[in-house]
């Protein structure tokens, strides 16, 4: 009897070029996504071999890392950032490739602009020189981040060598309960499985949470796969995903749209697939998490509490001890009630729009404690608008919140955006390494927006059950 296949593997095998001798596969990519910091080393290797890029209508640049989110005027006061922009400018204009820059008014994080430009779309391979472009799986797209050299490779053939993967399949079940968000489901499962636990895999997440969840849910989801060690995470396409496409400006239209739907539907898993590993959360049970170490895996339920080394395995007590020393907080403490500094609001994790709705709802609750520096930072110039239209500038501003430009912002701090010192923030990005916020010394704790929200008022971590 013939087994089905799942998603990853109908699109690996749609794509492949040829097996190569080193047990790689040589895949097609169909979608190259392109921004300012990793990409000028690539143009330059291919400009010293005299080559183009090899397919520049599936080639798209955005400027996020660096861009100011406070003046974007140029030029950009940080030279090295001018010199990064200029670059992207004159690398796209010589090899024809198409940039979202700021006068664009389509400019945003990369992976929040793929997505709302209808650029993503289910069945493809796309690639870009980001980590988190796990992130686009959540159309059914099998999505790689990439490093310069492999930018390189892709500017030149539109290819890529990958090693094949194992899928594992994540049921989370039932239902998320008010207060409880995608990002609390994927903390969930980095916490369960580990920040390792993914390594050689593709993580499939699928179950009646997942299913529930409106796209950008689905997004927050599968970007941070890569923070649990998995290569790539996706999401089978649906209707939810269909009706997202429809009208996009780089979605087909018209008859070609139901053709595409029908390919489309074509890829999502058999159901009689075969897994290499099947697990199975309960939404349920989850309540809002929070991060209280130095890799996103080390995280407690808001009303839980840090670990007691005591408690700890052997293999996890060196990295526990070393992360409660450089975060600075107490073994066996509730996490609720730390103090924070600083609140971020913003990045390809939570950065679109429905993030922005749910932090205002808790905005509107009060202001911004006086010790707390608030900023919120639209994924792109399209979701900027939106959240213009719909008057939540004026509902953060009034509670005290700062209302920024689009752009990476806090979350890798290669902008003005900074933390200073050992300044505690509340940030809804997606990693909370050692001087992930621009200071060696910062701490992060991750957390949805509407806890981020949350926080920002109470001034130390709460729980937002309490407050909606
Ligand atoms: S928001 Fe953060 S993770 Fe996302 S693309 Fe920007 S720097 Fe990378």
Same mark, same amino acid.
């Given at each position: 009897?013939?087994?089905?296949?799942?998603?990853?593997?109908?699109?690996?095998?749609?794509?492949?070029?040829?097996?190569?001798?080193?047990?790689?596969?040589?895949?097609?990519?169909?979608?190259?996504?392109?921004?300012? %910091?990793?990409?000028?080393? #690539?143009?330059?290797? @291919? &400009?010293?071999?005299? $080559?183009? /890029? =090899?397919?520049?209508?599936? !080639?798209?640049?955005?400027?996020?890392?660096?861009?100011?989110?406070?003046?974007?005027?140029?030029?950009?006061?940080?030279?090295?950032?001018?010199?990064?922009?200029?670059?992207?400018?004159?690398?796209?204009?010589?090899?024809?490739?198409?940039?979202?820059?700021?006068?664009?008014?389509?400019?945003?994080?990369?992976?929040?602009?793929?997505?709302?430009?209808?650029?993503?779309?289910?069945?493809?391979?796309?690639?870009?020189?980001?980590?988190?472009?796990?992130?686009?799986?959540?159309?059914?797209?099998?999505?790689?981040?990439?490093?310069?050299?492999? %930018?390189?490779?892709?500017? #030149?053939?539109?290819? @890529? &060598?990958?090693?094949? $993967?194992? /899928? =594992?399949?994540?049921?989370? !079940?039932?239902?998320?309960?008010?207060?409880?968000?995608?990002?609390?489901?994927?903390?969930?499962?980095?916490?369960?499985?580990?920040?390792?636990?993914?390594?050689?895999?593709?993580?499939?997440?699928?179950?009646?949470?997942?299913?529930?969840?409106?796209?950008?849910?689905?997004?927050?989801?599968?970007?941070?796969?890569?923070?649990?060690?998995?290569?790539?995470?996706?999401?089978?396409?649906?209707?939810?995903?269909?009706?997202?496409?429809?009208?996009?400006?780089?979605?087909?239209?018209?008859?070609?749209?139901?053709?595409?739907?029908?390919?489309?539907?074509?890829?999502?898993?058999?159901?009689?697939?075969?897994?290499?590993?099947?697990?199975?959360?309960?939404?349920?049970?989850?309540?809002?998490?929070?991060?209280?170490?130095?890799?996103?895996?080390?995280?407690?339920?808001?009303?839980?509490?840090?670990?007691?080394?005591?408690?700890?395995?052997?293999?996890?007590?060196?990295?526990?001890?070393?992360?409660?020393?450089?975060?600075?907080?107490?073994?066996?403490?509730?996490?609720?009630?730390?103090?924070?500094?600083?609140?971020?609001?913003?990045?390809?994790?939570?950065?679109?729009?429905?993030?922005?709705?749910?932090?205002?709802?808790?905005?509107?609750?009060?202001?911004?404690?006086?010790?707390?520096?608030?900023?919120?930072?639209?994924?792109?110039?399209?979701?900027?608008?939106?959240?213009?239209?719909?008057?939540?500038?004026?509902?953060?501003?009034?509670?005290?919140?700062?209302?920024?430009?689009?752009?990476?912002?806090?979350?890798?701090?290669?902008?003005?955006?900074?933390?200073?010192?050992?300044?505690?923030?509340?940030?809804?990005?997606?990693?909370?390494?050692?001087?992930?916020?621009?200071?060696?010394?910062?701490?992060?704790?991750?957390?949805?927006?509407?806890?981020?929200?949350?926080?920002?008022?109470?001034?130390?971590?709460?729980?937002?059950?309490?407050?909606?």
């Amino acid at each position: 009897m013939s087994q089905g296949k799942t998603l990853l593997h109908k699109v690996w095998d749609a794509h492949t070029v040829r097996e190569l001798p080193n047990g790689q596969t040589q895949l097609f990519i169909g979608l190259h996504l392109v921004h300012e %910091v990793t990409s000028p080393q #690539a143009f330059a290797a @291919l &400009s010293e071999r005299g $080559l183009e /890029v =090899r397919f520049p209508e599936r !080639t798209h640049a955005t400027v996020d890392h660096i861009i100011p989110t406070e003046s974007q005027a140029r030029p950009l006061s940080d030279e090295l950032a001018e010199a990064m922009m200029t670059a992207l400018e004159r690398n796209c204009r010589e090899h024809g490739v198409r940039l979202y820059d700021v006068e664009s008014g389509q400019q945003g994080i990369v992976h929040v602009i793929g997505p709302e430009m209808g650029l993503t779309q289910p069945g493809m391979t796309i690639a870009c020189g980001d980590s988190h472009t796990s992130t686009h799986g959540a159309f059914g797209a099998i999505a790689f981040g990439i490093g310069t050299s492999q %930018v390189r490779d892709v500017l #030149a053939t539109q290819c @890529l &060598s990958m090693d094949p $993967l194992k /899928v =594992r399949r994540v049921d989370v !079940t039932g239902k998320l309960a008010p207060g409880v968000y995608a990002k609390d489901v994927t903390l969930a499962i980095i916490h369960e499985l580990g920040v390792k636990g993914g390594i050689g895999f593709a993580y499939e997440y699928a179950g009646p949470v997942i299913e529930a969840m409106a796209m950008e849910e689905r997004l927050t989801v599968c970007n941070m796969a890569i923070e649990g060690g998995a290569r790539v995470g996706y999401i089978n396409p649906d209707e939810v995903t269909f009706d997202y496409l429809r009208g996009r400006p780089m979605a087909p239209e018209g008859a070609a749209f139901d053709r595409a739907v029908a390919w489309w539907k074509s890829v999502a898993s058999d159901a009689d697939a075969a897994y290499d590993d099947r697990v199975e959360l309960d939404g349920n049970a989850l309540a809002p998490v929070v991060t209280w170490g130095i890799n996103p895996g080390q995280s407690v339920p808001v009303d839980g509490h840090l670990p007691r080394l005591a408690d700890t395995q052997d293999e996890e007590r060196a990295s526990v001890a070393e992360a409660l020393e450089h975060m600075d907080l107490k073994a066996g403490e509730p996490i609720a009630g730390t103090p924070i500094d600083v609140a971020f609001v913003g990045s390809c994790t939570n950065g679109r729009i429905s993030d922005l709705r749910e932090a205002a709802r808790v905005a509107k609750t009060g202001q911004v404690a006086s010790h707390v520096k608030a900023l919120i930072v639209p994924g792109s110039q399209a979701v900027a608008r939106q959240a213009e239209d719909e008057g939540l500038p004026e509902v953060f501003r009034s509670a005290g919140f700062e209302w920024r430009e689009a752009g990476c912002s806090m979350c890798l701090a290669m902008n003005p955006d900074k933390l200073v010192g050992n300044q505690m923030c509340a940030s809804s990005s997606n990693r909370n390494f050692k001087g992930r916020q621009g200071s060696p010394t910062g701490r992060t704790l991750l957390m949805s927006p509407a806890m981020v929200a949350a926080a920002a008022i109470a001034g130390k971590v709460t729980d937002v059950r309490e407050v909606l």
